[in-house]
């Protein structure tokens, strides 16, 4: 059978070490997990529990498409903890995860061949999610003095239909400040541009809180998820923001492309919201861990780091270890027992020089990497 062009999206690397790190824990192998953007917790207690009680007494069937009004309240709740920001919550959208946020955001916004910029190095999936709708993807080269997030000057002239960021960023766990933010939101606006932020690491911040595009403007769309501080990866439950006459825009294709969010899913996400002790006692392992990476990852050798904000991932440049960052992984794996992330998921030009760690994993997983890193790297080393 023939396939659409727009099919011809890359894979997903990270996937691929992932599946290289389960063959090597098969055939008797410990592997430690710096690869996946994964916590090593699960779901909060308070969410299981809810999920229990509601199994028992509810068929959990269709809900409505923009998400259970509760759950919808709730979310807009935690802008105003948060944030300070008093949202209407009729402006939640209830997703399939921060992905299907980005499918309906961008069929929603984009027609077919519009340019949208993504700063570089990114997550991967907006690039190839783009792709696969037809939309041309704009990567936005971005420089260590701006802490690898996009500035105006990236931009300018480009004749954008969107520009999409994210703060804190994957892979590299840097911040967009309230100044950074709004100079971002009124060059795209100066052009036309729609405004998506992607806000999925909110929550997991070690030395300032993250700014949401909200207290700047009403007039973008922001993505989160249950995904990150809430531990939810797999229960696929997410949360859009958008201006209030973009609601029924949303609705009409949601209804059509998902139905909606899973039922059980958003049952424990309202649940996991009421759950802030455990979730804060997951950040403080993260932040042992993070401080941990800061200082073991020089030590092992890799010197050339960003700087962490948020998220919990450390991005290096490898560039005077390799030109490869695939192979430079593969051997990690093979010779280390250590999955880490090649950079060519994230920047397709510079990638072969960065690799990423993730840190979401238990301390002592951890601990136990940094001093395989540093075996291996000392094994490497050229003998004097």
Known sequence: MRNSSRSAVDPFIVM???????????????????EVGQPGTGAPKGAMEALEKSLKADALGYT?????????????????????????PERVVV????????????????????????????????RQILRALGLVPVDLPTALENRLQPVPADFAGMDLAGLLVASPANPSGTMLDRAAMGALIDAAQAQGASFISDEIYHGLEYEAK???????????????????YFSMTGWRVGWMVVPED???VVERIAQNMFICAPHASQVAA??????????????????????????GLPKA???????????????????DLTDDSRDFAAEILDKAGVAVTPGLDFDPVRGGGT????????????????????????????AD
């Open 64 to 88: 409505v498409s923009l998400g259970i009004p509760a759950l919808r309240r709730r979310i807009a709740q935690l802008y105003g903890d948060w944030y300070g920001v008093d949202l209407n």
């Open 210 to 228: 993250a700014v949401t595009a909200l207290e700047l403007t009403d007039e973008c769309y922001v993505i989160n998820s249950f995904s990150k």
């Open 95 to 126: 997703t399939p995860g921060s992905s299907g946020g980005f499918l309906l955001a961008f069929t929603a916004l984009f027609d077919s061949g519009d340019r949208v910029g993504i700063g570089a190095p990114g997550y991967p999936s907006y």
């Open 270 to 295: 309202l649940a996991a919201l009421e759950c802030e002790p455990e979730l804060q006692a997951n950040l403080e392992v993260y932040k042992t861990n993070r401080k941990l990476m800061l200082e």
């Open 16 to 34: 691929d070490v992932m599946e290289a790190a389960r063959k090597a824990e098969e055939a008797g192998r410990r592997i430690i997990h710096m």
């Open 301 to 319: 050798g890799f010197t050339r780091i960003a700087p962490p904000d948020g998220a919990f991932y450390v991005y290096a440049d490898v560039s």
């Open 355 to 382: 690799l990423r760690f993730s840190y979401a994993r238990a301390t002592a997983d951890i601990e136990e990497g940094l001093a395989r890193l540093a075996q291996f790297m000392a094994a490497r080393a050229p």
């Open 246 to 248: 973009q609601v029924r």
